[in-house]
C-alpha cells in the first residue's frame, strides 16, 4: 500500500530525470552524427588489424549447462535447477534437465548485467546491511539467508531483486563462479559499439547528464543497454528519496525489513523500466526521423561546419588553455606515469596469459595428434579450439590478472569510484584478441588441410602456422593495449580536470554560442568543444607516457614506428568466407543434418566441467526426486502421465537428498540446445504452445525490443504473475502488485551486445 500511493511520486521523479536527460540525448545525437560522417568522409583508420575478426563467434552455441540449488523466495525454499547459458549469456534456469529437453518454459531467465557475484552469505549480509542505515539484525538472530551448504553463490544488485544459488563443492563453486562472471562481463557491455551515432550520443548524454549534477568521474552502474543505464541514473537519485520515505514506516523484524526493502527496491526498478523504456524509444523514434535531413544538411555544408567549429574552438582554446595547461601541470602530470605503470603491470599479464593459453592449447592438440593420429582428431580437437575464447574456465587464468589492477591514493585524487570498469574493458579485449588468435589459426589451418600429406606434414603445419599467428597476436595485443591505456588515462584524468575547471571556465562558455551560426547549432555545441580543448591540454603527456613505456619495452609493446605490413594479402579475403563447421565438414557422414535439428541441437562450449567430473554431485536420485510435490505455488496444468518430478525442498531435505545421491548418467553436452528467440506473447505460459513460447527475463534487467504492457495510471489490480520463476500465482486477496514487463534476452535485438 505504501509503495502504491508513492507511484504517482515515482512516476513525476521518473519523468523529470528523463526530460532532462533526452534533452541531452537530442543534443549528442546532432554531434555524433556530424562526426559519423566527417570520420566517414576524412578517414583516420589506426593501424590495420593483422588478425582476423569472427563475424558472429558462437551462433547456436551453449555456453554450459549444469545443475545447481536455487533459493525460491516466494516460499523460501531451495529447488534444484536445471541451468542453461546460451550464446547471449542469459541465465536461463528450468525446473530440471528433463524440463529442457522437453523444450518445457523455463522457470527463470536473468540478465546479469549490473550484479556483482558473490560466493559468502557474510558478504552479501554485509551489502543487504548497507542498503537500509539502521536496520541490522541483533547478534545471535536468523540472517536473511540461510545456505544449505558452504559454497554459495549470489548475485546482488543495487536496485533489482537478488538470486541465490548453491552448490557441493569448492571446486564447482569455482566453475560457475566464473561461468557467472562472464555473464555479467558480457551483460554489462550491453551498449553495441557497432553503432557509430546512437552510441556516443547516448554515453556523452549520460556523461553531460551526470555532470549537470556535479557528478564527474567513473560511474560503476554504466552497465546493460541502453535501458538499463537509463533506469541506473533513475534509480540512482530516486531510491535515496525512498529509502528516506519508506524506511521508517517499515514494520517487523530486522529480517523482515530488509526482505521488504529489496522487494520493494526490485519493484520500483520495474516500473522505472517501464516508463524509461516508453519515454527512451519515443526520443529515439524522433531523432531518428529527423536523421535525413540533418545528415543531408551535414553532407551539403560540411566545410562550413567544420569551419566554424575551428573558429569557435580557437576563441575556446584562448580563454581555457592557459587555465587546463596551468592545472595539468600541477595535478595530473606528476601522476600519470603512476597510473600508467598500474594500469600496465596487470593488463600486460592479462594479455601474456592469453597467449599462453592459446600456445598451450594448440601445442597440446599438436602432441595429441601425433600420438593419436589423424584427422578425425584433429576435426575433434578443432571444435573445442574453436570457442576457446568463450571457455569461461580456460580464460579465467587470464581474467583474473586483472585482479591485482589497484590505483591506491589516486583513486580517491582522480574521484575514481571503482576500477572496475577498467578490469572488464581489459577482459573483453582479451576474450576478443584469443578469439581473433583462434580464428586465424583455423582459417588458415583450414587453408592448408587440402595439400598435406600424411600426419607428419599436419604436425609440421601446425607448428609453422602457430607461430605465424603468434607474432601477429603480438602486434595486434600491443595495439590494443596502447589504445586501452590512453583511454583509460583519458577516462580518469578528464573528468578530473573538468571538475578542477568549472568554477573559473564554465561560466564563462554561455557567450560563445554566439559564435555558431543557427543552422550549424545542431552540429557544433559550446559544452562540447569545450571538453574537447580541455582534453587537448592533456594528450601530449598522456601520448608520450604510453610512447616512453612502448620504448622500455618492459611490458613487450610494440613503437608506434613499427608498423606491420599486410603480410598475408589474401588473409583478409579468407575471413570473409563461409564460417568452418570442422564436424560437418570431416565428419564423413553421408548426409547433412537438417538445419532444424543443428539449430535445436546446440553445441556446448564448456564440455569439460561436466565430463571431468563424470556425474554432478548434487544429483539426487529418481525416488528422492519422484517424493510428493511441495507446498509451491504453481500454474495449472493438465494432467499428464509423463508430469515432471517435483524437486526436494527445504535446507534439511536437501541434504538428505545429496546424501542419496546416485552414480547417475553425467549430463551430455552434445544433447545441449540453445532456447529459441520468439515474439514476446501475452498468453500464460501454460497456453503458450511448444512452437511460440517466450522466455520471460527476469524483471530485475529487462530487455528492449519486446512488448512489455504498460502500467495504469491508477496500479489496477491484475493476475498476480511471477515472472522471476515462471510460475502463475493467485492474486492472494484481491492485493495489487506493480506491473512486471515480460521480456526475452532472447530476443534479436536483446540486452547483450551481440548475439
Same mark, same amino acid.
Given at each position: 500500500?505504501?509503495?502504491?500511493?508513492?507511484?504517482?511520486?515515482?512516476?513525476?521523479?521518473?519523468?523529470?530525470?528523463?526530460?532532462?536527460?533526452?534533452?541531452?540525448?537530442?543534443?549528442?545525437?546532432?554531434?555524433?552524427?556530424?562526426?559519423?560522417?566527417?570520420?566517414?568522409?576524412?578517414?583516420?583508420?589506426?593501424?590495420?588489424?593483422?588478425?582476423?575478426?569472427?563475424?558472429?563467434?558462437?551462433?547456436?552455441?551453449?555456453?554450459?549447462?549444469?545443475?545447481?540449488?536455487?533459493?525460491?523466495?516466494?516460499?523460501?525454499?531451495?529447488?534444484?535447477?536445471?541451468?542453461?547459458?546460451?550464446?547471449?549469456?542469459?541465465?536461463?534456469?528450468?525446473?530440471?534437465?528433463?524440463?529442457?529437453?522437453?523444450?518445457?518454459?523455463?522457470?527463470?531467465?536473468?540478465?546479469?548485467?549490473?550484479?556483482?557475484?558473490?560466493?559468502?552469505?557474510?558478504?552479501?549480509?554485509?551489502?543487504?546491511?548497507?542498503?537500509?542505515?539502521?536496520?541490522?539484525?541483533?547478534?545471535?538472530?536468523?540472517?536473511?539467508?540461510?545456505?544449505?551448504?558452504?559454497?554459495?553463490?549470489?548475485?546482488?544488485?543495487?536496485?533489482?531483486?537478488?538470486?541465490?544459488?548453491?552448490?557441493?563443492?569448492?571446486?564447482?563453486?569455482?566453475?560457475?563462479?566464473?561461468?557467472?562472471?562472464?555473464?555479467?562481463?558480457?551483460?554489462?557491455?550491453?551498449?553495441?559499439?557497432?553503432?557509430?551515432?546512437?552510441?556516443?550520443?547516448?554515453?556523452?548524454?549520460?556523461?553531460?547528464?551526470?555532470?549537470?549534477?556535479?557528478?564527474?568521474?567513473?560511474?560503476?552502474?554504466?552497465?546493460?543497454?541502453?535501458?538499463?543505464?537509463?533506469?541506473?541514473?533513475?534509480?540512482?537519485?530516486?531510491?535515496?528519496?525512498?529509502?528516506?520515505?519508506?524506511?521508517?514506516?517499515?514494520?517487523?523484524?530486522?529480517?523482515?525489513?530488509?526482505?521488504?526493502?529489496?522487494?520493494?527496491?526490485?519493484?520500483?526498478?520495474?516500473?522505472?523500466?517501464?516508463?524509461?523504456?516508453?519515454?527512451?524509444?519515443?526520443?529515439?523514434?524522433?531523432?531518428?526521423?529527423?536523421?535525413?535531413?540533418?545528415?543531408?544538411?551535414?553532407?551539403?555544408?560540411?566545410?562550413?561546419?567544420?569551419?566554424?567549429?575551428?573558429?569557435?574552438?580557437?576563441?575556446?582554446?584562448?580563454?581555457?588553455?592557459?587555465?587546463?595547461?596551468?592545472?595539468?601541470?600541477?595535478?595530473?602530470?606528476?601522476?600519470?606515469?603512476?597510473?600508467?605503470?598500474?594500469?600496465?603491470?596487470?593488463?600486460?599479464?592479462?594479455?601474456?596469459?592469453?597467449?599462453?593459453?592459446?600456445?598451450?592449447?594448440?601445442?597440446?592438440?599438436?602432441?595429441?595428434?601425433?600420438?593419436?593420429?589423424?584427422?578425425?582428431?584433429?576435426?575433434?580437437?578443432?571444435?573445442?579450439?574453436?570457442?576457446?575464447?568463450?571457455?569461461?574456465?580456460?580464460?579465467?587464468?587470464?581474467?583474473?590478472?586483472?585482479?591485482?589492477?589497484?590505483?591506491?591514493?589516486?583513486?580517491?585524487?582522480?574521484?575514481?569510484?571503482?576500477?572496475?570498469?577498467?578490469?572488464?574493458?581489459?577482459?573483453?579485449?582479451?576474450?576478443?584478441?584469443?578469439?581473433?588468435?583462434?580464428?586465424?589459426?583455423?582459417?588458415?589451418?583450414?587453408?592448408?588441410?587440402?595439400?598435406?600429406?600424411?600426419?607428419?606434414?599436419?604436425?609440421?603445419?601446425?607448428?609453422?602456422?602457430?607461430?605465424?599467428?603468434?607474432?601477429?597476436?603480438?602486434?595486434?595485443?600491443?595495439?590494443?593495449?596502447?589504445?586501452?591505456?590512453?583511454?583509460?588515462?583519458?577516462?580518469?584524468?578528464?573528468?578530473?580536470?573538468?571538475?578542477?575547471?568549472?568554477?573559473?571556465?564554465?561560466?564563462?562558455?554561455?557567450?560563445?554560442?554566439?559564435?555558431?551560426?543557427?543552422?550549424?547549432?545542431?552540429?557544433?555545441?559550446?559544452?562540447?568543444?569545450?571538453?574537447?580543448?580541455?582534453?587537448?591540454?592533456?594528450?601530449?603527456?598522456?601520448?608520450?607516457?604510453?610512447?616512453?613505456?612502448?620504448?622500455?619495452?618492459?611490458?613487450?609493446?610494440?613503437?608506434?614506428?613499427?608498423?606491420?605490413?599486410?603480410?598475408?594479402?589474401?588473409?583478409?579475403?579468407?575471413?570473409?568466407?563461409?564460417?568452418?563447421?570442422?564436424?560437418?565438414?570431416?565428419?564423413?557422414?553421408?548426409?547433412?543434418?537438417?538445419?532444424?535439428?543443428?539449430?535445436?541441437?546446440?553445441?556446448?562450449?564448456?564440455?569439460?566441467?561436466?565430463?571431468?567430473?563424470?556425474?554432478?554431485?548434487?544429483?539426487?536420485?529418481?525416488?528422492?526426486?519422484?517424493?510428493?510435490?511441495?507446498?509451491?505455488?504453481?500454474?495449472?496444468?493438465?494432467?499428464?502421465?509423463?508430469?515432471?518430478?517435483?524437486?526436494?525442498?527445504?535446507?534439511?531435505?536437501?541434504?538428505?537428498?545429496?546424501?542419496?545421491?546416485?552414480?547417475?548418467? %553425467? &549430463?551430455? !553436452?552434445?544433447? *545441449? =540446445?540453445?532456447?529459441? #528467440?520468439? @515474439? +514476446? $506473447? /501475452?498468453?500464460?505460459? %501454460? &497456453?503458450? !504452445?511448444?512452437? *511460440? =513460447?517466450?522466455?520471460? #527475463?527476469? @524483471? +530485475? $534487467? /529487462?530487455?528492449?525490443?519486446?512488448?512489455? !504492457?504498460?502500467?495504469?495510471?491508477?496500479?489496477?489490480?491484475?493476475?498476480? $504473475?511471477?515472472?522471476?520463476?515462471?510460475?502463475?500465482?493467485?492474486?492472494?486477496?484481491?492485493?495489487?502488485?506493480?506491473?512486471?514487463?515480460?521480456?526475452?534476452?532472447?530476443?534479436?535485438?536483446?540486452?547483450?551486445?551481440?548475439?
Amino acid at each position: 500500500p505504501c509503495l502504491t500511493r508513492l507511484c504517482s511520486p515515482i512516476a513525476e521523479k521518473t519523468g523529470k530525470v528523463l526530460g532532462e536527460f533526452c534533452r541531452c540525448y537530442k543534443e549528442q545525437y546532432g554531434v555524433a552524427l556530424f562526426n559519423s560522417v566527417r570520420y566517414e568522409i576524412e578517414g583516420n583508420g589506426g593501424p590495420q588489424a593483422q588478425l582476423l575478426h569472427r563475424k558472429v563467434p558462437l551462433e547456436d552455441h551453449v555456453i554450459y549447462s549444469g545443475n545447481l540449488f536455487q533459493y525460491i523466495e516466494e516460499n523460501k525454499k531451495w529447488r534444484n535447477r536445471f541451468c542453461v547459458v546460451p550464446h547471449n549469456y542469459g541465465l536461463v534456469l528450468y525446473e530440471n534437465k528433463l524440463a529442457y529437453e522437453r523444450d518445457l518454459p523455463p522457470r527463470v531467465l536473468v540478465n546479469s548485467a549490473g550484479y556483482k557475484i558473490l560466493t559468502s552469505v557474510d558478504q552479501y549480509l554485509e551489502l543487504v546491511n548497507s542498503s537500509l542505515p539502521g536496520v541490522t539484525p541483533k547478534s545471535g538472530h536468523s540472517p536473511i539467508l540461510k545456505c544449505p551448504t558452504d559454497f554459495p553463490l549470489i548475485l546482488w544488485h543495487p536496485y533489482a531483486r537478488h538470486y541465490y544459488f548453491c552448490v557441493m563443492t569448492g571446486k564447482e563453486q569455482e566453475k560457475w563462479r566464473a561461468v557467472f562472471q562472464d555473464c555479467v562481463r558480457h551483460c554489462n557491455n550491453g551498449i553495441s559499439e557497432d553503432s557509430k551515432v546512437e552510441a556516443p550520443a547516448f554515453t556523452d548524454a549520460v556523461r553531460m547528464y551526470r555532470q549537470s549534477k556535479e557528478q564527474y568521474g567513473t560511474w560503476d552502474m554504466l552497465c546493460g543497454n541502453e535501458i538499463q543505464v537509463l533506469s541506473n541514473l533513475v534509480m540512482e537519485e530516486l531510491l535515496p528519496e525512498l529509502r528516506t520515505t519508506i524506511g521508517p514506516r517499515l514494520k517487523g523484524k530486522a529480517q523482515e525489513r530488509q526482505r521488504t526493502w529489496i522487494q520493494i527496491s526490485d519493484a520500483v526498478y520495474r516500473m522505472v523500466y517501464e516508463q524509461t523504456k516508453a519515454q527512451y524509444d519515443a526520443a529515439m523514434a524522433k531523432c531518428e526521423q529527423e536523421r535525413p535531413q540533418m545528415e543531408s544538411t551535414i553532407r551539403t555544408d560540411m566545410d562550413q561546419i567544420i569551419t566554424s567549429k575551428e573558429h569557435l574552438a580557437s576563441k575556446i582554446r584562448a580563454f581555457v588553455l592557459p587555465k587546463a595547461e596551468v592545472c595539468v601541470r600541477n595535478h595530473v602530470q606528476p601522476y600519470i606515469s603512476s597510473i600508467l605503470e598500474a594500469l600496465m603491470t596487470p593488463t600486460s599479464q592479462g594479455f601474456a596469459e592469453v597467449r599462453e593459453v592459446f600456445f598451450k592449447e594448440v601445442t597440446d592438440m599438436n602432441m595429441n595428434i601425433v600420438n593419436e593420429g589423424g584427422l578425425e582428431k584433429l576435426v575433434e580437437y578443432m571444435e573445442k579450439l574453436s570457442h576457446l575464447a568463450f571457455h569461461p574456465v580456460k580464460m579465467q587464468s587470464c581474467y583474473e590478472k586483472m585482479d591485482q589492477l589497484k590505483l591506491e591514493g589516486l583513486q580517491q585524487r582522480f574521484d575514481v569510484s571503482s576500477t572496475s570498469v577498467f578490469k572488464q574493458r581489459a577482459q573483453i579485449h582479451m576474450r576478443q584478441q584469443m578469439d581473433d588468435a583462434v580464428y586465424t589459426f583455423e582459417t588458415l589451418l583450414h587453408q592448408e588441410l587440402g595439400k598435406l600429406q600424411g600426419k607428419d606434414d599436419l604436425c609440421k603445419s601446425i607448428q609453422r602456422i602457430l607461430e605465424r599467428v603468434l607474432k601477429k597476436y603480438d602486434y595486434d595485443s600491443s595495439t590494443v593495449r596502447k589504445k586501452f591505456f590512453r583511454e583509460a588515462l583519458l577516462q580518469i584524468t578528464i573528468p578530473f580536470l573538468l571538475k578542477k575547471l568549472a568554477p573559473t571556465c564554465k561560466g564563462e562558455l554561455a557567450k560563445f554560442q554566439e559564435l555558431i551560426f543557427e543552422d550549424f547549432a545542431s552540429f557544433i555545441l559550446v559544452e562540447n568543444t569545450y571538453e574537447e580543448v580541455v582534453l587537448q591540454s592533456v594528450m601530449k603527456d598522456i601520448m608520450q607516457a604510453v610512447k616512453e613505456a612502448a620504448v622500455q619495452r618492459k611490458h613487450n609493446l610494440y613503437r608506434d614506428s613499427m608498423v606491420m605490413h599486410n603480410s598475408d594479402p589474401n588473409l583478409h579475403l579468407l575471413g570473409e568466407g563461409i564460417p568452418i563447421d570442422w564436424g560437418e565438414e570431416y565428419s564423413g557422414q553421408p548426409e547433412a543434418e537438417p538445419a532444424a535439428d543443428k539449430r535445436r541441437r546446440a553445441k556446448q562450449v564448456v564440455s569439460v566441467i561436466q565430463d571431468d567430473e563424470g556425474v554432478l554431485p548434487y544429483k539426487v536420485d529418481t525416488e528422492a526426486l519422484l517424493q510428493p510435490g511441495s507446498p509451491e505455488l504453481r500454474e495449472p496444468e493438465e494432467p499428464d502421465p509423463g508430469v515432471l518430478p517435483s524437486s526436494p525442498d527445504g535446507v534439511e531435505e536437501i541434504r538428505e537428498a545429496l546424501v542419496k545421491e546416485s552414480l547417475g548418467d %553425467a &549430463d551430455d !553436452p552434445s544433447g *545441449a =540446445r540453445m532456447p529459441q #528467440a520468439v @515474439p +514476446a $506473447s /501475452p498468453l500464460p505460459r %501454460a &497456453d503458450v !504452445p511448444a512452437e *511460440a =513460447r517466450v522466455l520471460h #527475463a527476469a @524483471p +530485475a $534487467s /529487462p530487455t528492449p525490443g519486446t512488448e512489455t !504492457p504498460s502500467p495504469s495510471a491508477g496500479m489496477a489490480c491484475h493476475q498476480s $504473475s511471477d515472472k522471476e520463476t515462471g510460475e502463475e500465482v493467485a492474486p492472494p486477496g484481491g492485493e495489487c502488485s506493480p506491473p512486471q514487463p515480460a521480456d526475452t534476452t532472447e530476443s534479436g535485438e536483446g540486452v547483450q551486445t551481440e548475439f
